[in-house]
């Protein structure tokens, strides 16, 4: 029987279970938002970590129907935001508590990675030597120069945001709107509905300018929060529903032609012809469809919207990438 490799990932907004055969395939993914009580734009620590600890025996307990424990050959975990120093948030203890009682419990060994490594290997190609890999989820905007190696991936910041996240302006301008937290699908599905009535051309529609040009360094970097100031003060200033919707769409595609941009510059800055998204932001069918629509000078790709999210395939194919290998450097 094929041997499984198991991956546990509980990052602030989303707890999530995995297991993949020896030929990477997934048979097994269950994911499940953390439930955020109307008009809060987000969790404690202690609150994410109290739900993660509540949500994982069930999820665990269907993982072990999917799959023969015996079958089992070490276990993956997300155990922090990045690969860097200092880089820390205790809601990630709970999916690693999970992993390492598993791995003692079955003896097998249990691997440690960053967030942001298991969601590059959940989009990344298992051939992929050298990407550019934009991580657009709910709390990151950052662009890296990704290589994998003998504990995951390499990860060097060419850009991104130097405030907030794309996710976080999308979200805060969704609750300000009345929306539930995390409120990206809500808006994704509005932007959608409007472009598609235009046929995907902005220029069909009567734009209401609330979106402040979003001017990208020559370094790749950019800020949010101005833009974010401007929609909250035009959305309590009191908003019409159909100009709350050309206002989302409005966000829609600043944003995207934004990544377009940093795609296409820090494409020929490094000399890599590949750029991959992924990420919550990169799971909107709205960013997906104006990105793929147009013609750019960087091979731009996205995972599939179910991998782009938080999920714990990336931890499962990089524990079994690693114990495959062989290779891994203790404690890194």
Do not use: W
Request: aromatic share 8%; glycine share 10%; charged share 25%.
């Amino acid at each position: 029987m094929d041997r499984i490799f198991l991956g546990f990932d509980t990052s602030n907004y989303r707890t999530s279970a995995a297991a993949v055969n020896e030929r990477g395939e997934v048979v097994f993914q269950s994911a499940q938002l953390l439930d955020v009580k109307k008009g809060e734009r987000g969790l404690r620590q202690s609150e994410a970590f109290f739900a993660h600890s509540n949500r994982l025996p069930g999820m665990t307990e269907a993982l072990f129907q999917a799959v023969d424990a015996a079958c089992v050959a070490a276990a993956g975990a997300s155990e922090r935001p990045r690969r860097a120093e200092g880089s820390y948030m205790p809601c990630f203890l709970a999916g690693l508590n999970t992993a390492s009682e598993i791995g003692s419990a079955l003896g097998v060994p249990v691997y440690t990675f960053s967030h942001q490594e298991g969601h590059a290997a959940a989009v990344l190609d298992d051939d992929d030597e050298r990407v550019l890999f934009m991580h657009l989820s709910g709390g990151t905007t950052e662009f890296l120069v990704c290589v994998p190696d003998e504990n995951g991936y390499d990860m060097r910041i060419a850009g991104g945001t130097k405030d907030i996240s794309i996710g976080q302006l999308m979200d805060r301008t969704g609750v300000a709107l009345g929306y539930s937290f995390p409120s990206g699908a809500y808006l994704d599905d509005i932007a959608y509905e409007t472009l598609e009535r235009a046929g995907f051309d902005g220029s069909r529609l009567a734009m209401p300018g609330l979106m402040p040009k979003i001017k990208l360094s020559d370094e790749a970097y950019f800020n949010l929060s101005g833009a974010e100031t401007k929609l909250l003060r035009r959305i309590e200033s009191g908003i019409a529903e159909d100009e709350a919707g050309m206002l989302i769409t409005e966000l829609f595609i600043t944003v995207s032609r934004l990544l377009e941009t940093a795609a296409d510059s820090l494409s020929e800055k490094y000399g890599i012809e590949k750029v991959c998204m992924a990420g919550g932001v990169a799971s909107s069918r709205t960013v997906r469809k104006l990105i793929s629509s147009d013609g750019h000078k960087a091979d731009i790709r996205f995972g599939s919207p179910e991998l782009s999210g938080d999920n714990a395939v990336g931890a499962a194919l990089l524990a079994r990438r690693v114990h495959e290998t062989g290779n891994r450097i203790t404690g890194k």
